[in-house]
């Protein structure tokens, strides 16, 4: 596990184990960088009078959740991609929250039962070369399976749970064995074996090793604020695939409450206030995100990519089939 302090709050200690409350305080398990959430914490502690405490972890985050039981000292996980919110609740470790000022979040961006909620939405998208890709070329994420891309596309591992939750999504609307079909023209379409991350394509893309890339929508923000890697942000245009009969693939970052939270009510205060529409554009803003809250603001940069038609499919769906599209990834030997 690693461990960040963030200036103004606590640092969460490993020591904490018995589960018993203190006053005005709430623990929070993240995967999420202390850079994204640290502004968020720090005005809901000027607002409230309540300190947040966080441990930030690599991995493992529900392992740890299972292990400590009753006695976790977690009050609150914060995490991206559906999938990890999904397995917490598979896991037993969260519970369901009644609050109305949650239901300002849209029904498709939280768990029908209450266990979770999204907070931001991040577009899984093509990025393509402005100087070699013209407008028009690519318009769904079945072009990425044309013969034409043969030696063009740049990816991340098929392993990895941005990959994985598209290629779910896939199945939910073509079929196991259109999916896996696609999954084989990719790979055939692939420039280089897959590796690095989403930023990594970019600069392969940059570097004329790969013509079009699968990224999130975010990274373009990141990579601009990045004084190395602003000219491969320059070099591509964000792309909007959809799927046939439906939209962009959109995943989440999002939050649930600990079965065993020992501060629930500080906890739920803190959940409502990341679910209003100041923390919403505060959040979004820094990371260069949509927020779930379609009456929230995006930030000029993400508006100048423009609005995406965001798939309908539940996201809890898209989650329950990650073991298939990782069996999938591994028949197919995408990553091979």
């Known amino acids: ?31 999420r960088q202390p850079e994204l959430i640290e502004p968020l914490f720090a005005r809901f502690t000027e607002r409230t009078g309540i300190k947040v405490n966080v441990a930030f972890l690599n991995k493992g985050l529900v392992e740890r959740l299972v292990a400590e039981g009753d006695r976790s000292p977690a009050d609150l996980i914060m995490t991206v991609d559906i999938s990890r919110l999904h397995a917490a609740v598979e896991a037993g470790v969260i ?23 999204a907070l931001t ?9 402005r100087a070699r890709v013209p ?29 994985l939750a598209l290629i ?22 692939l420039a280089r074996k897959p590796q690095g991350n989403d930023r990594a394509q970019v600069k392969a893309i940059w570097a ?16 601009l604020e990045d004084v190395e890697q602003q000219e491969w942000a320059n070099s591509v245009r964000i792309v909007f695939p959809v799927f046939e009969g439906g939209g962009t693939h959109m995943n989440v970052s999002g ?6 939270s020992p501060n629930r009510e500080n906890t739920l205060k803190l959940m409502e206030f990341l679910a209003s529409s100041e923390a919403q554009e505060l959040y979004a803003n820094v990371n260069h995100e949509y927020p779930v809250d379609p009456g929230t603001n995006r930030s000029d940069l993400v508006a100048s990519w423009g609005e995406p038609d965001q ?11 990650r073991p298939l599209s990782l069996r999938l990834v591994e028949e197919v030997d995408f990553d091979g």
């Open 208 to 223: 004329g090793v790969c013509d079009i890339s699968l990224g999130n929508t975010y990274y373009m923000g990141k990579m």
């Open 95 to 117: 519970q369901a929250i009644e609050s109305d000022a949650l239901q300002v979040i849209p029904e498709e961006f939280r768990d029908a039962r209450n266990h979770w909620f």
């Open 255 to 260: 939050m649930a409450m600990t079965k065993a």
């Open 1 to 31: 596990m690693k461990f960040n302090l963030i200036p103004g709050l606590v640092l969460l200690s490993l020591l904490i184990g018995d589960g018993t409350a203190s006053a005005a305080e709430v623990n929070v398990y993240s995967y």
């Open 168 to 189: 779910s999504a896939l199945i939910l609307h073509k079929g196991e064995d259109f999916a896996k079909e696609w999954l084989q023209a990719v790979k055939g379409n």
């Open 121 to 129: 939405l991040r577009g899984r998208v093509v990025y393509a070369s």
């Open 135 to 163: 407008d028009g070329e690519i318009t769904t994420y079945d072009d990425l399976a044309d013969s034409k891309w043969q030696g063009r596309i740049c990816t991340r591992s098929g392993t990895h749970a941005y990959n």
């Open 311 to 321: 798939d309908k499919l539940s996201l809890t769906d898209i989650a329950k089939l």
